[in-house]
């Protein structure tokens, strides 16, 4: 029997089957406790040519995938089955023109039906999420969505919401990126740079 | 046919090279690409695990996962799929360089049926158990995968895989539309300059629209065909 078969019975009729230990401290636990000798594996794999290594880290992989799945499954979560549904009932999306005071004025497009016409708005700073306040600027993407929710009961609500796009940050070196690239294109263009 | 939207969720999956461990939620925060509070429900989850070679974490709206081979995220309300788009094309805007090979946009659409002679209708139009009874006794079909040319031009393909589910008082299908992207197969426009995770980027901003509205429609094309009762 190859290290690779070995290792292959071990994790099938070893670790994983620990039930008594799975039900005293729970999935989670025992999914961490897994992973981690999984992991302590992977660091422990001879560095050497040829594809056994390869095929055994590869084993480890899918080991850890399906301790993943298996965790999921006991966590019962059935994402098919939610007490509640959400209907969107319309949906815009829209581009800050200017702010001023407590104001924002946008430019709204309808996303069910964008042969729209374009809309113009004006609502209160209030309405949008404290969290996306820094976001809003002439220029902001936001999405603006109304929406229906039924709970179990059949109880029904509804109520919009408000999101801004949230692009990446530029960091210190995609500015100077995009400084020396604005550079050679001027070079390239003019000839050199005004100062 | 009195079919009802059970769940709908939409699934972002990149497929390439990964160091999870940068994935932590405060380097979401430090790219903005989370709002604050989420970063603090995520750091808060009981699903948070950060680990060398695992990133899971999940806010009220978002599933998110990095594995060394695989990063995935999934919005789990459909008012959320805008910001999940955003999502992974900002995270591969920043991680700009890592090695991606595959992408898959796909949305999974519940739908709960009224009873399981309805379920057997679609499973007979689709799967007709005629083919089957010379040889299996009382056949029926657990999934049906099916691939297709995709939506968009810069997809490789499109695969539908349809699957019942159910017990005697609740049945219904589950519907999963894959768009599936090849880095290997847009290697003409990654020669302009572009590398592979910027390119996903820019094909997830540019086709989720279109990749989305399309499942719709496929799921709605499917369910119009199925023949309804008898009279």
């Not at chain 1, 992989?61 to 999921?72: D, F, G, H, V």
């Not at chain 2, 603090?40 to 999940?58: C, H, K, P, Q």
């Not at chain 2, 709206?61 to 919005?75: D, G, I």
Request: charged share 30%; glycine share 4%; net charge negative.
């Amino acid at each position: 029997m190859s290290s690779l078969d070995m290792l292959a019975v071990e994790h099938s009729t070893g670790i994983s089957e620990d039930w008594e230990w799975f039900e005293e401290r729970g999935p989670k636990e025992q999914f961490l406790r897994e992973l981690k000798m999984l992991e302590d594996r992977l660091a422990n794999l001879p560095i050497s040519e040829g594809s056994a290594e390869v095929d055994l880290n590869q084993l480890l992989m899918k080991e850890m995938e399906r301790l993943w799945e298996s965790w999921r499954e006991h966590s019962l979560k059935p994402d098919s089955r939610p007490e509640t549904t959400v209907d969107i009932l319309k949906e815009w999306e829209g581009v800050v023109l200017t702010v001023s005071n407590d104001d924002v004025q946008a430019r709204l497009t309808d996303m069910n039906d964008p042969a729209n016409q374009e809309e113009l708005v004006t609502f209160g700073l209030d309405a949008i999420s404290p969290q996306d306040h820094e976001l809003v600027e002439p220029g902001a993407v936001f999405y603006w969505t109304v929406l229906r929710e039924t709970d179990a009961f059949e109880n029904v609500r509804n109520y919009s919401q408000i999101r801004f796009r949230r692009l990446p940050a530029w960091s210190r070196g995609d500015l100077e990126r995009a400084e020396t690239e604005a550079e050679q294109l001027h070079e390239e263009l003019f000839g050199g740079r005004d100062e | 046919m009195a079919e009802t939207l059970k769940a709908d969720t939409a699934k972002i999956v990149v497929v390439g090279d990964f160091n999870p461990a940068i994935f932590q939620p405060e380097w979401f925060r430090r790219h903005s690409l989370l709002r604050d509070a989420e970063v603090a429900a995520a750091t808060e989850s009981d699903d948070l695990i950060l680990s060398r070679r695992l990133v899971n974490f999940e806010t009220d709206w978002l599933e998110f996962q990095v594995t060394p081979q695989r990063l995935f995220a999934k919005a789990t309300r459909p008012s959320h799929f805008r910001p999940l788009r955003d999502l992974v094309a900002g995270i591969l805007q920043v991680a700009n360089d890592t090695p991606v090979v595959f992408m898959g946009l796909v949305r999974i659409l519940i739908r709960g049926l009224d009873s399981r002679e309805e379920w057997h209708r679609i499973e007979d139009t689709l799967v007709p158990k005629e083919m089957w009874a010379d040889s299996l006794e009382d056949p029926g079909m657990l999934s049906l995968e099916i691939a297709g040319v995709p939506p968009s031009e810069r997809a490789t393909r499109e695969v539908v895989k349809l699957t019942p589910f159910g017990d005697d008082e609740d049945v219904g299908l589950s519907f999963e539309v894959r768009v599936e992207y090849l880095a290997e197969e847009l290697k003409q426009a990654i020669e302009t300059g572009e590398t592979a995770a910027g390119l996903f980027s820019k094909i997830i901003t540019d086709d989720w629209s279109e990749v989305s509205s399309h499942a719709d429609s496929l799921v709605a094309d499917i369910l119009d065909k199925i023949p309804g009762d008898e009279p």
